[in-house]
């Protein structure tokens, strides 16, 4: 349901949520990518951000217990912030942008890895239960589980992002199908899936070669993994993407409307 009343609910919260400015800040400082950006677009991810943290819970994975943290307000922003600047370049009013994470409401934390929570079929149609513990994952129209060592991780080894990871498969999956090509006008549609394709190839090749990839080699477990990890790279190392791939960074920088490495919009 997207609504006047809804709009004006997101009104409301922007001008009564705030996030404070002291935590805006120290969130800023642990997240570099984004001094790219000018004032006026970071306004404009702390609105976002503002949204998100109005709109969605965030919470630990276990009241107590192995899986229980203490899920602090700056966690929060810092996973609001980064799940955010993936809808930064969107047009329109952040009332409307923030409408493409409407579809769950959930983020849990964990204080490391955690089992998988998922069954897996196989092609026989036999389920197994895949218990090999996991850093992330996004469940298709549920939550998004994040463990918390490996948000801080991005801090430090630069080009990665799990927050991005597991919100690029959110968008993925808005259409429907989790195929590494998220809704797009139909105009866009064979060129995306032709730049992402040719460079998904590409790079399985590389991998398959044993070659040290600049590029997490977890991308060429599946197309959908491939455009999640590329995502991350997009945002916080948008000139080795572009320097790998270009016509797949030039058709992200058209689905994302954003210049990553101008930090403008597209
Ligand atoms: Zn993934």
């Not at 190839?201 to 044993?210: K, L, R, S, T, W």
Request: with cysteine; proline share 8%; net charge negative.
């Amino acid at each position: 349901m997207f609504s006047w009343l809804k709009t004006k609910r997101r009104e409301r919260a922007l001008a009564t949520h705030a996030i404070p400015d002291e935590d805006w800040q120290r969130a800023l400082h642990e997240l570099p990518f984004l001094d790219r950006y000018a004032p006026p677009l970071i306004a404009r991810l702390r609105e976002l951000a503002t949204l998100f943290l109005v709109e969605k819970s965030i919470t630990s994975g276990a009241e107590e217990g192995e899986h229980a943290l203490e899920v602090t307000p700056h966690m929060r922003i810092v996973i609001a912030i980064q799940a955010c600047v993936l809808l930064l370049g969107k047009q329109g009013s952040v009332t409307d942008a923030i409408e493409d994470y409407a579809t769950f409401e959930n983020v849990i934390v964990y204080p490391g890895d955690f089992p998988r929570s998922m069954d897996f079929e196989d092609e026989y149609g036999v389920v197994h239960q895949l218990d090999e513990p996991i850093a992330g994952e996004s469940w298709e129209r549920g939550p998004v589980l994040l463990s918390w060592p490996a948000v801080e991780a991005g801090y430090v080894e630069s080009g990665m992002s799990l927050v991005i990871h597991e919100f690029a498969h959110k968008l993925d999956m808005l259409n429907g199908e989790i195929d590494g090509m998220p809704p797009l006008p139909a105009e866009k549609v064979e060129p995306f899936r032709k730049a992402i394709t040719e460079a998904y190839e590409d790079f399985c090749i590389h991998v398959d070669a044993n070659e040290d990839t600049p590029i997490d080699p977890y991308a060429a477990e599946a197309i959908d993994e491939f455009f999640a990890v590329t995502c991350e790279v997009f945002f916080e190392e948008p000139e080795l993407l572009r320097l790998e791939y270009p016509d797949y960074f030039a058709v992200l920088g058209g689905y994302f409307a954003i210049d990553p490495i101008l930090g403008k919009p597209f």
